[in-house]
């Protein structure tokens, strides 16, 4: 037996906030919607992998260390539009060898976006 990939991660919402839930992945993230036919979940695709959102009539907040990280390409562009879109980002966790900030989504969910930094940087 061998663990090759996560095939998906599911994290919760509070219900009714579809909306909004849908505009952050889709259009802000980029990540396409996959339309399933059965229940109310929102899927959508990040590469090979899923991220499940289930609307959750008594909704709690995840526990602030709780994320999920996505390793992404042009983490400046995205960076850029996040801040377009006026949300705010957490930049002050400094990881060697990568850029990365935080945000996170209208469900509270925390997010980490990272890209390797293949920029040398001295130290003076």
């Given at each position: ?53 289930v ?45 990365r ?14 890209e ?9």
């Amino acid at each position: 037996m061998a663990i090759h990939s996560i095939n998906h991660v599911q994290l919760a919402f509070p219900a009714g906030a579809e909306g909004q839930i849908r505009n952050f992945y889709s259009t802000l993230l980029g990540l396409p919607e996959l339309i399933h036919p059965v229940g109310n979940t929102l899927r959508f695709a990040a590469g090979a992998q899923r991220i499940e959102l289930v609307p959750t009539e008594r909704w709690q907040p995840a526990p602030a260390v709780s994320h999920l990280a996505f390793e992404v390409e042009n983490l400046p562009e995205l960076r850029g539009r996040l801040l377009q879109a006026e949300l705010p980002l957490v930049e002050n966790r400094a990881l060697p060898g990568y850029l990365r900030f935080y945000v996170k989504d209208p469900a509270g969910n925390q997010l980490e976006f990272l890209e390797p930094d293949n920029e040398p940087r001295y130290d003076a």
